[in-house]
């Protein structure tokens, strides 16, 4: 169903990359409202961690449509989260053409929603391909303590997944998957 409104760019960023684009979602109202409701059906927990820019895209409107999502928090790279002194986060991440950082506030998760004694988050990415960005986030939000709040990813939710590179496998060692959509042969 939202197979037909990506699109490939082959060898982006460089050669043996195929670039799934999803931002033609945007160009496409219908396509992306149901894009929408059915990532706010994925999502379980009342907060959403998700990272720049295209996360951003899918999370900001849960705030509108949902009925139990109450928060993002917002990851983004270095130089691009006003912080105050020893409020930023960072993480080191494996993508699948090099290695990155991003980073996180604390503030920003002791905002959240808080179920029991833990602060449960969905981490919302568009792509999942060998899920090294996803993995290095959830492992250092669920090493968090805020406020004596344990913070717990709950599960990954992904826009596309491309099931040949194996990010899914490495991520439920985490926490369970769900895609909208899986892009099989796609490398």
Do not use: W
């Not at 760019?9 to 670039?19: A, M, R, V």
């Not at 999803?22 to 994925?42: M, Y």
């Not at 029991?116 to 919302?124: A, N, P, R």
């Not at 990813?153 to 992904?158: D, G, L, P, Q, R």
């Amino acid at each position: 169903m939202f197979e037909e409104v990506i699109k490939h760019y082959p060898d982006f960023p460089k050669p043996g990359i195929d670039f799934i684009d999803v931002l033609p979602f945007l160009q496409d109202k219908k396509a992306f409202a149901d894009a929408i409701r059915e990532i706010d059906r994925c999502c379980t927990a009342p907060n959403v961690a998700t990272v720049e820019a295209r996360g951003f895209l899918f999370a900001a409107p849960l705030l509108s449509v949902s009925d139990h999502v109450h928060t993002i928090v917002p990851i983004r790279k270095k130089g691009k989260l006003p912080h105050a002194e020893g409020d930023i986060q960072r993480v080191c991440i494996e993508k699948e053409y090099g290695s990155d950082e991003v980073f996180y506030r604390r503030s920003d998760l002791a905002a959240c929603r808080i179920s029991g004694d833990t602060i449960e988050l969905t981490l919302l990415d568009d792509l999942l391909a060998t899920g090294g960005t996803a993995l290095g986030i959830a492992n250092a939000l669920n090493g968090e303590v805020v406020d004596g709040r344990r913070v717990v990813v709950k599960e990954f939710v992904f826009l596309v997944e491309l099931p040949a590179l194996g990010g899914r496998k490495l991520l439920e060692k985490v926490a369970p998957v769900r895609s909208l959509m899986s892009l099989e042969g796609v490398e």
